[in-house]
């Protein structure tokens, strides 16, 4: 396993040579000579599209969507089976997010990787996810393929968060959307029952005693009393 980070500025050492960086995974487990990992090095950056010549430039000579670059290289330098992907491009300009997506999903290709994609982007979870869990304060509320959910959610909260994305087609943006009214509760002190009850408009007295099991089949899941 190995893991991206959200901040492509704080998750690289500033005093460390980017070749440095993305060979420190190779040092510490002691994999190869030390000629080797140069070239290990090398490869890695020409996945991700660094220039081999900028091996001794330092993180703070690249731009955010660079850094996030390295990141990713250093990630891939011992050829893990699952990558960890932490909000890996909410800190980048939308132009740049597109291209680090289409890099994680080229790569995901030919190197047969596992992602799991922690994130709060919807646009993005359509396309990079295969499989979706959509949680509420810690809890699952939803278990999908992709296509089934955003086709046609089952947990209430689900459908609230679809409902309330800015869609791209001009003419539907003055629609009517079902927007979720209340308060968050305290992630510290959830409440009672489903700890979506007390913003659900289907809630009834059972929601608010019993949490709901997450239940269904292999290929879906969903906990909610009242499903949709």
Known sequence: MQIIFQDPFASLNPRMSIGRIIGEPLRVHRVGTAKEQEERVKELM?????PEEYSHR??????????QRVGIARALALNPELIVCDEPVSALDVSIQAQILNLLHDLQSKFDLT????T????VVRYI???VCVMYLGKICEVSDTASLFEAPRHPYTHFLL???PKPDPT?????KDLLGGEVPSPIDPPPGCRFHRRCPY??????TEEPLLQGDVTRKVACHFPL
Request: aromatic letters at 10%; proline letters at 2%.
């Open 129 to 131: 996810g295969t499989r």
């Open 163 to 165: 409902s309330s994305t």
């Open 203 to 208: 809630a009834q007295d059972i929601c608010k």
């Open 115 to 118: 992602y799991l994609f922690i």
């Open 46 to 50: 020409q996945v991700v599209g660094i």
């Open 58 to 67: 330092y993180p703070h000579q690249f731009s955010g969507g660079q850094r």
């Open 120 to 123: 709060h982007d919807l646009g």
């Open 172 to 176: 539907l943006r003055k629609a009517e």
